[in-house]
């Protein structure tokens, strides 16, 4: 039950290949293994410290772990650093400063100071703040997070840093993850010493699957709408599609093997811990599982991990799609978050126990993740909304928006027998006071069961599946640690002062169930009934992220993240306003790029192809007028009536785009975007794809989905 967090790969023999992985795993990184062997014993010692408590690092203490740290890059042939950041762009930043200083006689030394590794100043202005940032004070700082380890990509020292306002406000997505997973520490060791246990801290873990496309680099050039927007603006369905599932788990294509292969080597230096590779549902689609982590490790590591998809495959004449829905018809892209608890002595709280005390236990903790995703499902929704996910919630390859909890047959039965205090049928036990009874084990290959449901128990650990492919893990797991800070807090409110703790565990546990079993759900999520169910439950059906994002400041909400300390309530307005100002601009690029691709490259091949049948018809009648032009004049026909179609919905898309108000609220101008210009994208769209499929092979200016999905 103990679970390994360090030294996955201890149990290696050490074959040749397996030898090769010893040298190369972590080998840009400096990990603990260094730092002990670099740093004198006093100095690991006490950075070792404020690692485990989070405290505040000393500047003498910084300095020394700086030289040391530059010692060992320069060593490596590393002749820069940079503070590496996760604004809320959702991707990463990075300056470059060189260890370069200079010397007297004109000559120079290379140095690396405490500050310089502690605290960096960043003009920062043109990211995203959402108004925390006034202009006249455009700089942020960024400040180590020593609980990540520093590394080296691409020849650069990397220091992993939150990012902040002078005034303190966070401006990244690293810092409220930290905050959430500080929250949760704490609720979660005051339930912890309720059982007696002696637990001092307890870490969100984290395995997120991440799941990608790879299209041949030669096509993707001429593709504008792939370029600009990461999926693809235009495409006919091709005769075939993913429909003989001969895709999934399908054998690897020798391109596509090698791209794997460097893959897992270049994310093994960087110490992520890459542990399987196969190919997805879609034709082209691709998945990377990870060994779980700490969820802050994991979500640096999610970062890299999809930084070093795009830069590998580039290497092997491939590009990266890590798009939510870089394909209409074809299954998108997601990430599946793996999610449990583990305390510093080793243990899994979603683990069901060996012994009764144990069971409690674990019955407790999993009703606090119950109440956590029923109380704060809108959040959760919000969590994973995007402009590219809207694609793919809800439409039948992806968890539906209404957000759920599958657990499965064995802890239903549990829970139904706690909630009736009927006796539990199965063959060991009878009966289910808390303290008593041992649970039975768990299936751990529950994950199979439901491919639907957003949120399942999957043995000993919650899978949140909605995550798109593109976003920051970090979102979904602030939301999540949070929520479920929030359960904990109110349990042990309630247990501290309880004369009987196992009669109130017990009542607690069966109110529980009750106040929220109507976030559990077994069946098929892709149902139409499900949605009509759902709404009779009172679940939120929130189907695009411009219906989720208000409930992100409800009051409700908003006390939540600042009861808990991980957003103040302008940290939560900043976010609000950041959502839906980079939703517009991501509708906004789309249609400029559809609108681009339709009127310049689009519509002359349609008219080039039109006037060659045109004129084969006329030089048909030419030769004599009894021969019959009759096919030429059928598709003449048809082209120029969906040609005229597709003028006029190519107007009336630029006549959406000019129609926007750039004077107009975030909210307002972002709901304008989907009300308006989306659906005069799609118009756009109908026609050019229909027109595909009747327009000649060689006049249609870029390569067709055929060739995208059917070319590594
Ligand atoms: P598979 O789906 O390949 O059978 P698992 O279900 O064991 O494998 O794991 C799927 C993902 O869940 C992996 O990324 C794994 O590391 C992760 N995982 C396993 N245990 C935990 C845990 N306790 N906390 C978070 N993630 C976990
Ligand atoms: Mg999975």
């Known amino acids: 039950m103990r679970v390994a967090l360090a030294a996955p790969f201890a149990f290696m023999e050490e074959e040749p290949a397996v030898a090769k992985m010893h040298d190369l795993f972590g080998s840009n990184v400096f990990n603990d293994a260094v730092m002990q062997e670099r740093l004198p014993k006093e100095t690991y010692k006490a950075l070792k410290k404020t690692i485990d408590d989070g405290r505040r690092l000393d500047p ?56 310089e590794l502690v605290r960096g100043e960043s003009d ?15 700089r942020g700082y960024t400040a180590w997070d020593p609980t990540s380890y520093a590394f080296i990509k691409n020849n650069v020292l990397c220091i992993p840093t939150a990012f902040c306002s002078y005034g303190g406000e966070a401006l990244d997505t ?43 680099q030669k096509l993707y050039d001429q593709r504008m709408d792939l370029i600009f927007t990461g999926r693809t603006l235009f495409g006919a369905k091709p005769p075939k599609g993913q429909e003989m599932d001969d895709h999934y788990f399908g054998s690897v294509k020798p391109r596509i093997k090698a791209f794997m292969t460097e893959l897992d080597e270049e994310l093994w230096k960087l110490g992520v811990l890459a542990k399987t590779e196969h190919n997805e549902a879609a034709p082209a689609q691709h998945e990377m599982a990870p060994i779980f982590s700490v969820a802050s490790i994991a979500c640096d590591h999610n970062q890299l991990t999809m930084e070093m998809m795009k830069k590998v495959a580039k290497k092997h004449g491939l590009v990266c799609l890590l798009h939510e829905k870089p394909f209409q018809g074809v299954n998108g892209s997601g990430k599946h978050n793996n999610w449990s608890m583990t305390t510093n002595t080793g243990y899994n709280l979603l683990e069901p126990g060996d012994s009764p005390f144990e069971s409690a236990q674990f019955m407790l903790f999993l009703v606090s993740v119950i109440k956590a995703v029923d109380d704060y499902q809108d959040l959760l929704r919000v ?54 009874h041992v649970l039975p084990k768990f ?7 439901n491919r639907t449901s957003p949120f399942a128990f999957t043995g000993n650990k919650f899978e949140f599946r909605s995550l798109g492919a593109n976003a920051s893990i970090s979102d979904a797991n602030v939301v999540l640690n949070t929520a479920v800070a929030e359960s904990l807090k109110q349990f042990a409110d309630e247990l501290e002062g309880a004369e009987d703790f196992r009669a109130t565990l017990h009542d607690l546990i069966v109110r529980e169930i009750r106040n929220h079993k109507r976030i559990l759900f077994d069946g098929n ?10 709404e009779k439950r009172g679940l939120y059906n929130l189907r695009t992220t411009i219906d989720a994002l208000p409930r992100m400041i409800e009051p409700k909400n908003i006390k939540l993240f600042s009861d808990h300390r991980v957003f103040s309530e302008t940290e939560i307005l900043s976010r609000f306003e950041i959502k839906l100002e980079e939703y517009a601009k991501v509708i906004n690029i789309e249609a400029e790029t559809a609108l681009m691709m339709a009127r310049r490259e689009i519509l002359p091949a349609v008219m080039k192809f039109t006037g060659d049948v045109a004129r084969q018809a006329k030089a048909i009648k030419d030769v004599s007028p009894v021969l019959t032009a009759a096919p030429e004049e059928k598709l003449l026909t048809q082209l120029t009536n969906e040609a005229a179609r597709l003028s006029e919905s190519i107007d009336a898309l630029q006549q959406a785009i000019l129609n926007a108000n750039r004077n107009a609220d975030a909210l307002t101008a972002a709901t304008y975007q989907q009300d308006v210009v989306i659906p005069a994208m799609n118009a756009v769209r109908a026609s050019a794809d229909e027109l595909e499929t009747i327009v000649g092979k060689d006049y249609w200016p870029f390569p067709t989905y055929a060739e995208l999905l059917f070319n590594t």
């Open 383 to 436: 969590s994973v909304a995007s402009a590219g996910n809207d694609h793919r919630l809800g439409a039948n390859e992806a968890p539906p928006a209404i957000v759920s909890m599958f657990l499965g047959d064995e802890l239903n039965e549990i829970l139904e027998a706690f909630e009736t205090g009927a006796p539990y049928h199965s063959r060991e036990h009878s009966d289910l006071t808390i303290g008593v």
């Open 443 to 449: 299936p751990k290959d529950n994950t199979d069961r």
């Open 525 to 534: 999520g892709y149902a139409q009934s499900w949605v009509e169910e759902a």
């Open 60 to 115: 003498d203490l910084a300095a020394v772990v700086a030289h040391a740290m530059k010692e060992w890059a320069v060593e490596k042939g590393v002749t820069h650093y940079t503070h590496w950041f996760q604004p809320m762009t959702g991707i990463t930043a990075e300056k470059h400063d060189s260890f370069i200083s200079p010397k007297d006689g004109g000559q120079m030394i290379l140095t690396f100071s405490g500050k």
């Open 174 to 216: 690293k810092t409220p993850l930290l905050r959430s997973m500080e929250a949760l520490s704490k609720q979660a060791v005051r339930v912890l010493k309720l059982f007696g246990r002696d637990a001092t801290r307890v870490v969100p873990t984290v395995g997120p699957e991440q799941e990608y496309f790879l299209v041949d």
């Open 124 to 138: 920062a202005s043109s990211f995203p703040s959402g108004g925390l940032r006034s202009t006249f004070e455009a």
